[in-house]
């Protein structure tokens, strides 16, 4: 069972550059989430999104865009990357039902030059 | 508002100590509580959760925590630490329906030889 998957695992953009991160689940779960962990700062919620055709802020929304692209998919979009950006990112999903219980990818590293 | 504070951002313990890792919330209601352990360069999984069942939850690799809702606290012990614990420890509570998790900043566990 692959779980939740992320692509691309690596990335290094210029200041100013776009960028999709992509995030795929098989364990048909309505929510989906993406949030960024930095050093001493644990892990903070961008986006999410509770059903197909939803989506919210999270903590930390500034500078990115999300889409629920259908069930399975939920993307993550930096439209003109900041080295602020600089981080690793985790898409995650979770079931409906049940008590809140999230199933992590493997994160993305991104680095903003 | 909830949050979650994870006190000591590393841990250090020898091989065969007692594992000791604090995590203190504030919930305006009973919350949802989770420990998750991240190995290098590998996304977060699930160590155990509390869902209002038993105070004393136990969850993989000999890991367990108690809910003590008088001292709001969800502290992680192991009786005996292995090498392989060596990892971060990130404790999280839930909020609302969404299951949205608020994560600690993490606590960094080493385990000397």
């Known amino acids: 069972n692959a779980g939740v998957t992320q692509t691309p695992k690596f990335q290094v953009l210029k200041t100013g550059q776009s960028m999709t991160l992509q995030c795929a689940q098989d364990m048909n779960h309505n929510s989906m989430y993406w949030y960024r962990q930095d050093p001493g700062m644990g892990l903070r919620l961008i986006y999410y999104s509770a059903s197909e055709g939803t989506t919210d802020k999270g903590e930390v929304p500034n500078g990115y865009n999300v889409s629920r692209l259908n069930k399975r998919e939920f993307s993550l979009r930096l439209e003109s990357a900041a080295p602020s950006q600089t981080s690793v990112y985790f898409c995650?999903?979770?079931?409906?039902?049940?008590?809140?219980?999230?199933?992590f990818g493997e994160g993305s590293r991104l680095t903003v030059l | 508002a909830q949050s979650v504070t994870q006190l000591g951002s590393h841990v250090s313990v020898s091989e065969g100590a007692l594992v000791l890792l604090r995590c203190n919330y504030s919930?305006?209601?009973?919350?949802?509580l989770f420990w998750y352990v991240q190995y290098p360069n590998q996304g977060l999984q699930l160590l155990l959760k509390?869902?209002?069942?038993?105070?004393l939850v136990k969850g993989i690799n000999g890991f367990e925590a108690e809910f003590k809702k008088s001292e709001t606290s969800f502290h992680l012990t192991k009786p005996s630490a292995h090498m392989s614990d060596a990892a971060e420890y990130f404790c999280a509570v839930s909020i609302g329906s969404s299951y949205k998790l608020i994560f600690g900043s993490g606590t960094r566990l080493l385990v000397r030889p």
């Open positions: 509390y869902t209002s069942a038993a105070t």
């Open positions: 919930s305006s209601v009973p919350p949802y």
């Open positions: 995650a999903s979770s079931g409906t039902g049940g008590t809140g219980e999230l199933f």
